[in-house]
């Protein structure tokens, strides 16, 4: 039987950090297993709040790639690629956004949101395409026929608005998209380095394209437990943020040790977090090298690329000469 599809995208608009792994990525690549998978880098999502600024999402695009097949996605069984390298997004965006009332894009929560917090940074977001990206959504997902996208509680909103402008699609010009559904999947959260969601905006994040030294400092410098002043004053393990992260990468049995040692102040916190920063280079050692090694290889990275775009442009072409003909666009005598 043929697998379900499953899509799904980063965008451009900054580098991957730990949260984003833990969050997205590591799923991804066990999905691998069940699905047939369609993973992009958005570059055109990010232009929505870097337009002055389009250098940086080329390096961001270049990053993410690397993060990608260093973590596994595996070209091998899935379309790794570039949404601006294949084309039929922007021509279906353009069809849906015909159809897609403006007080249904006005209504998304965080349109407003993060209207507002990207103000503060002296942004102009007040594009068309920024109001207009859960269309380019919709595109992103509908041109593939994808039966599932991953997504957390956070990104139902904007998968509802999908699946009502396929409905409204269907309505329209009769049965011709896939209505997706989400992929609820539990994933592990990793807070930043100062106990807050870990963000590019708040300086608190540990990224995969981070070298040696860099994560040495950001880890060396964790915000850990208040209370703890001295280094025998005993420590609350439940409220420290190097311990969370202890939490995803102590071997069996450790974690215990350094609850223990934390509680009765006999592990110091100095101790601690070098002890989390090699265990942190264990679980990433793999990761990190395939990276390095890809890094030196950009000729097979843009191999891997073209194929993935190759991949995906069929079967995107296949949507669209449905979606022409439901919309009756071009004529031929
Ligand atoms: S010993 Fe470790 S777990 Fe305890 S407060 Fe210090 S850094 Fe956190």
Redesign the pocket.
Known sequence: MAKQRVLSGMQASGLLHLGNYHGALENWVRLQDDYECFFFVADWHALTTLFQDPGKIREHTREIVLDFLACGLDPERSAIFVQSEVLQHAELFTLLSMLTPVPWLERVPTYKDKQRDLATSGKDLSSFGFLGYPVLQAADISIYDANFVPVGEDQLPHLELTREIVRRFNFLYGDCLVEPKALLTRHKVLPGLDGRKMSKSYGNAVYLSDDDAAVRQKLMN?V??PQ?QRRKDP???E?????AY?RLYAPAGRLSQ??D???RAE???V???KE?VETFFRAFGDIRARRRALAGDPGRVRQILDAGAARAREVAERTMIRVREAMKMGWRP
């Not at 409220?239 to 311990?243: A, K, L, T, Y």
């Open positions: 964790a850990t437990d703890r420590g609350r393990p409220v420290c943020n190097v311990f202890h350094i609850d040692g934390c509680r592990l110091g916190c101790d601690c977090k989390l």
